[in-house]
């Protein structure tokens, strides 16, 4: 089947930060974890050259001092988490950001790169005081700002590193209309500096996140007023998050999530491949003379897709998702629903991590990656195991969301030898898989303790193999 997107992106790939500023000013896009690649946001790098900054170190964590808050721009968010340790504001906006699929792919630098007023990350950052190392395009410098500054920077610019700032206790609140993953119509975070003075950073609601004094709050005149809500209901809203927000810091009700809750998978810590490049340590004044950055590296490399190794995307095409280049090839127990990474149907092992492969450009795989689809998983003990769960308690219904429920459970599986032994916990499992039957309260119950070997076995090879590969 055709990919849905043949809009062509030119993808570069730069040796150094000057390369980096070379291509920047030449109008590249930069490139983080590629989420937003494969979505309308980034609609303006369609028949434009993006500029991808793996490769360039900047994900070293333990390495570019991680260890006093300093975090590099390529940091999956599922990697952040134990490095909000003391920093409770963070960590709430973290847990509010996505699901754990998409917590897997995205970057911080793209988190704040994208200067969306609704993120959750940056308005907890800026309440913490955090600062970002920017390459700013217009001067060729490498500048240490607060992260709200960001959103006036008027040229290209990459973020390169964030420094998350000391520990503070702090909250962070956001509601949102819908229930589902939604962006937040108001959001706060609240933070007490270390010279006892509570800051306050107010996102969703206004065009860019702000930073306000609690007794003098904007008017409704300043908030949004748009399809979702009115500068009215968002007013009333954002006065009870304040309130609530500055109670509970003065309540001392800065609870931190548990990193697990936050990736369930309990993957944090593992490396996640990026295709091998050069790792240079930043250079802080790039030279505007720099070589251009390289082009995509040629097609011989190979990707093991559920253990047969497929030559890899030559570049040609590096906004195709991951999941339409599956199911171009036969690979049809991956299910193409949403496209915008919200529903789970599409969820692949890459590397031994789930994903939504519709979010995964084709471009960022590597040479060795591994990706393996609901079809080699339901082939394996644990994976007739769920199967035989799922159809002893009639747990499925069209069946359209289970093949990237298997695995999510897969890949729990080969981490942990069970699923989850409560309903709770297969839940946290199967955040970012969405059931339109309806039936993940059902399988949520069938699939408690499940392991490999467990339960009725199920000939899958006759009948249930073709509603996961059909
Ligand atoms: C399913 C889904 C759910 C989401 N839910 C939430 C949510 O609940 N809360 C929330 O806050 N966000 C949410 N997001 C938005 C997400 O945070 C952004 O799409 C984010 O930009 C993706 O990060 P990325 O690393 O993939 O960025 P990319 O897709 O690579 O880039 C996004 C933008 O940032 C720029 N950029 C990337 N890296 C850098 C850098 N280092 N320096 C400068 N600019 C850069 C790019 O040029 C581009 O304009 C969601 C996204 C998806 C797909
Ligand atoms: S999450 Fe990929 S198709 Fe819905
Ligand atoms: S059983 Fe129909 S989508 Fe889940």
């Known amino acids: 089947m055709q990919d849905s997107r043949g809009d062509e992106v030119e993808l570069l790939r730069p040796a150094d930060l000057e390369a980096l500023l070379d291509a920047l000013r030449r109008g590249a896009v930069p490139l983080g974890g590629g989420a937003g690649l494969m979505s309308a946001a980034f609609a303006d790098a369609r028949g434009r050259t993006a500029v991808d900054l793996a490769g360039l170190g900047l994900d ?13 721009a ?13 920093r409770p504001a963070i960590a709430q906006a973290l847990a509010a950001t996505g699901h754990p699929g998409v917590r897997r792919l995205i970057t911080l630098g793209g988190v704040l790169g994208a200067r969306s007023p609704r993120a ?15 390459l700013d395009a217009a001067d060729g410098t490498v500048r240490e700002l607060p992260a709200l500054d960001l959103f006036d920077l008027p040229g290209p610019f990459a973020v390169l590193a964030v420094d998350l700032g000391p520990g503070m206790p702090g909250v962070y609140r956001r509601f949102t209309g819908h229930q589902a993953i939604a962006p937040s119509l108001v959001s706060v975070a609240a933070v007490r500096r270390p010279d006892g003075r509570v800051a306050v950073c107010v996102g969703a609601a206004l065009p860019r996140p702000r930073l306000v004094d609690p007794d003098r709050l904007p008017g409704p005149g300043e908030l949004l007023d748009d399809g979702e809500a009115s500068a009215g209901y968002r007013h009333r809203i954002m006065r009870l998050l304040v309130a609530e927000a ?18 369930p998978a309990d993957l944090t810590g593992r490396p996640t491949r990026d295709r091998p490049g050069p790792h240079r340590t930043p250079s802080p004044s790039p030279s505007p003379s720099s070589p251009s950055p390289s082009p995509s590296p040629s097609a011989e490399a190979a990707v093991l897709v559920d253990g047969e190794a497929r030559p890899a995307p030559d570049g040609s095409r590096p906004t195709d998702s991951l999941a339409w280049w599956l199911r171009d090839r036969g690979h049809l127990a ?6 915008e ?15 939504p492969s519709c979010l995964v450009p084709v471009a960022r795989l590597s040479d060795g990656d591994r990706v393996d689809t609901a079809a080699a998983v339901a082939g394996r003990p644990g994976g007739r195991a769920v199967i035989g769960a799922l159809a002893g308690a009639a747990a499925v219904q069209c069946g359209f969301c289970t093949p990237g429920v298997l695995v999510s459970c897969g890949s729990w599986m080969d981490r942990h030898g069970a699923l989850p032994a409560d309903e709770e916990g297969i839940r946290g499992m199967l955040a970012g898989h969405l059931c339109r039957c309806g039936g993940l309260a059902a399988a949520a119950r069938a699939l408690c303790g499940v392991c490999p070997g467990a339960g009725p076995d199920v000939d899958v090879d006759a009948g249930n193999d073709r509603e996961v590969t059909a």
Not at 341 to 355: D, R, Y
């Open 60 to 72: 070293g964590l333990g390495l570019d001092g991680a260890a006093d808050g300093r975090v590099g």
């Open 74 to 86: 390529m940091v999956r968010l599922s990697r952040l988490a134990p490095l909000c340790d003391g």
């Open 120 to 134: 959750d990350l940056p308005v907890a950052l800026a309440a913490a005081g955090a600062t970002v190392s920017v």
């Open 246 to 263: 500055c109670e509970a810091l003065a309540a001392g009700r800065t609870d931190q999530p548990d990193p697990a809750d936050l990736d």
């Open 334 to 339: 991956v299910k193409v629903g949403c496209e």
């Open 341 to 355: 990474g919200t529903c789970g149907s599409c969820t692949v092992s890459l590397n031994g991590e789930p994903v």
